[in-house]
């Protein structure tokens, strides 16, 4: 992946976050988001709970210990607003790869 591409899907959750904001939905978002290798020592889906007060479920998930390879997580996220976006905001600041998945969103309307 090109520094150019990895930078489009850095800021593409934004895009889609407003466009799921402006619908007017529930406070509930399915995301797909990658752990890179780097940050296997650290609470990443923890944060999301004790710093932003979000209800996590891990749908699935593709975390091997020992590896060279990053870690993949299906996450449906609850909360309010504020809290879905500053929690997205902080993901993106550790330069996690992050992927909304609106269907759910647009299958509801």
């Not at 899907?9 to 934004?14: E, G, I, M, R, V």
């Not at 990658?34 to 004790?50: A, G, P, R």
């Not at 390879?69 to 504020?82: A, H, I, N, P, Q």
């Amino acid at each position: 992946m090109s520094f150019k591409d990895s930078a489009w899907l850095k800021h593409q959750w934004q895009e889609q976050f407003q466009q799921w904001i402006s619908l007017g939905q529930t406070s509930r978002l399915r995301l797909q988001l990658c752990v890179l290798k780097s940050y296997y020592e650290e609470q990443v889906i923890s944060e999301l709970v004790s710093r932003y007060g979000l209800t996590v479920n891990i749908t699935s998930a593709v975390l091997q210990p020992d590896t060279e390879d990053d870690g993949w997580f299906d996450l449906d996220l609850w909360g309010r607003t504020k809290q879905l976006y500053s929690s997205l905001s902080y993901l993106e600041k550790l330069g996690l790869p992050i992927w909304l998945d609106l269907s759910s969103v647009y299958s509801d309307c």
